[in-house]
Nanobody
Framework: VQLVESGGGLVQPGGSLRLSCAAS????????MYWFRQAPGKGLEWVAS????????NYVDSVKGRFTISRDNTQNTLYLQMNNLKAEDTGLYYCATDSAGNLRGQGTQVTVPS
């Protein structure tokens, strides 16, 4: 299993970022996928999930209406569109193939200054 996140950066409050996760080494189109994040000094937090077909998604309450998870099964790529970013969204964002976040990539940093 290989997961490579990209797209993070420094963005002002209210701004947007689109994260990508390139997946390989497993049948991506058959697996649900997940985004997690870890804020400085805090534990791993589930952010969003999507079923294998992309037809059903779920979000933590704090990002509902602002973040959108999606996937392209033809490109083995997972996305997270993040709009109206807030300082509390700062953290290292990971994509994962399991609901506990144990099988995840190296992460991409998102920083939103307060």
């Amino acid at each position: 299993v290989q997961l490579v996140e990209s797209g993070g950066g420094l963005v002002q409050p209210g701004g947007s970022l689109r994260l990508s996760c390139a997946a390989s080494g497993f049948p991506f189109s058959l697996r649900p996928m997940y985004w997690f994040r870890q804020a400085p000094g805090k534990g791993l937090e589930w952010v969003a999930s999507i079923v294998s077909t992309g037809t059903n998604t779920n979000y933590v309450d704090s990002v509902k209406g602002r973040f959108t998870i999606s996937r392209d099964n033809t490109q083995n790529t997972l996305y997270l569109q993040m709009n109206n970013l807030k300082a509390e969204d700062t953290g290292l964002y990971y994509c994962a193939t399991d609901s506990a976040g144990n099988l995840r990539g190296q992460g991409t940093q998102v920083t939103v200054p307060s």
